[in-house]
């Protein structure tokens, strides 16, 4: 079974970095896409970075030039570096990943989160 799994997170004062990983287990035939998430407390969730296989990737307005998200494929990794954190980044963050099964459905898994809180 594919399965996501997020670490990183943690408690970071505004201005300081974080990078979150997203290690995936298990296999998917074709990986079309990869992102990161996030739900803050009476928010929905929103997207923050993803990436295509194809190199094509997009931020929310939030955190663009501050984020940047990148894959490892040897470590079926992928990263959300965190720079300049500001409070209203608190939130928690699930990495996702899209693609084909083996038998050619469509397919996609979520992580189950990681916690990333930004004081004041």
């Known amino acids: 079974q594919v399965q996501l799994v997020e670490s990183g997170g943690g408690l970071v004062q505004a201005g300081g970095s974080l990078r979150l990983s997203c290690a995936g287990s298990g296999s998917i035939f074709r990986i079309n896409a990869v992102g990161w998430y996030r739900r803050a407390p009476g928010k929905q969730r929103d997207v923050v970075a993803t990436l295509t296989s194809g190199g094509n990737s997009n931020y929310a307005d939030s955190v663009k030039g501050r984020f940047t998200i990148s894959r490892d494929n040897a470590k079926n990794t992928v990263y959300l570096q965190m720079n300049s954190l500001k409070p209203e980044d608190t939130a928690f963050y699930y990495c996702?990943?899209?693609?084909?099964?083996?038998?050619?459905?469509?397919?996609?898994?979520w992580g189950r989160g990681t916690q990333v809180t930004v004081s004041s």
């Open positions: 996702y990943a899209a693609g084909l099964s083996m038998i050619g459905s469509n397919v996609e898994y």
